[in-house]
């Protein structure tokens, strides 16, 4: 049974940093696409990054973008968020995501491109 599990989240002060990790599990293969997804509360779960697994191509979204770095490890099973100069908009629930199938086209920073969901590691910001 696919599985994917957050962890790293916590609670950090206005500039400070934080590195989410997802292991995913299960899977026959790895995952095409990997993705991390937050949602504050009131709002809807929004993309901020994601990656193309087999040839390590990143996609961001305007929100993050230099300062989040979506990485994966060698065997493809992990993904990880680092995510630098944390402001109190970030603070969110993040969900990792996954997508089996390495083809797709469309945008991938879209909830409905993956099949798979974490639980979800809470970050807290702190102005």
């Known amino acids: 049974q696919e599985q994917l599990l957050e962890s790293g989240g916590g609670s950090v002060q206005a500039g400070g940093s934080l590195r989410l990790s997802c292991a995913a599990s299960?899977?026959?293969?790895?995952?095409?696409?990997l993705a991390w997804f937050r949602q504050a509360p009131g709002n809807e779960r929004e993309g901020v990054a994601a990656?193309?697994?087999?040839?390590?191509?990143?996609y961001y979204s305007d929100s993050v973008k230099g300062r989040f770095t979506i990485s994966q490890n060698n065997a493809k099973n992990t993904v990880f968020l680092q995510m630098e100069n944390l402001q109190p908009e970030d603070a969110a629930m993040y969900y990792c995501?996954?997508?089996?199938?390495?083809?797709?086209?469309?945008?991938?920073?879209?909830?409905?491109?993956?099949?798979?969901w974490g639980q979800g590691t809470q970050v807290i910001v702190s102005s």
């Open positions: 990656i193309y697994t087999p040839r390590d191509i990143r």
């Open positions: 995501a996954a997508r089996s199938s390495q083809t797709f086209s469309g945008n991938l920073l879209h909830r409905n491109v993956y099949e798979f």
């Open positions: 299960g899977f026959t293969d790895s995952p095409g696409y």
